[in-house]
Nanobody, 126 residues
Framework: QVQLVESGGGLVQAGVSLRLSCAAS????????MGWFRQGPGKEREFVAA????????YYADSMKGRFTISRDIAKNTVYLQMNSLKPDDTAVYYC???????????????????WGQGTQVTVSS
């Protein structure tokens, strides 16, 4: 059974950095794509970033490119999301997701991910 457990969220001031972690367990993820999504208050859930577990290729939403960095530690089975220069608009619940990549769905789509964590709240105050 795949389990994804996010941590690292919290209440921070605008301009600071925060690193989210997603501890993954339950199987070998070498053929998986790992993603971060977020859902702000009153908004739909949106794609943030993704990384191919095996090759390490990364992809970002255009609005987060340059501020956010996704990475993974294979030995720790953990995916990270480094968020810099946080803004109040970054306030959201951040979700980690995992999906077996077979190429028929965009990795920017929620439909590409079969497994989801419970989410971690990030609140950025101005």
């Amino acid at each position: 059974q795949v389990q994804l457990v996010e941590s690292g969220g919290g209440l921070v001031q605008a301009g600071v950095s925060l690193r989210l972690s997603c501890a993954a367990s339950g199987r070998t993820f070498s053929n998986y794509v790992m993603g971060w999504f977020r859902q702000g208050p009153g908004k739909e859930r949106e794609f943030v970033a993704a990384i191919f577990w095996g090759a390490g290729d990364t992809y970002y939403a255009d609005s987060m490119k340059g501020r956010f960095t996704i990475s993974r530690d294979i030995a720790k089975n953990t995916v990270y999301l480094q968020m810099n220069s946080l803004k109040p608009d970054d306030t959201a619940v951040y979700y980690c997701a995992a999906g077996l990549f077979i190429g028929n769905l965009s990795i920017r789509s929620e439909r590409a991910y079969a497994y989801w964590g419970q989410g971690t709240q990030v609140t950025v105050s101005s």
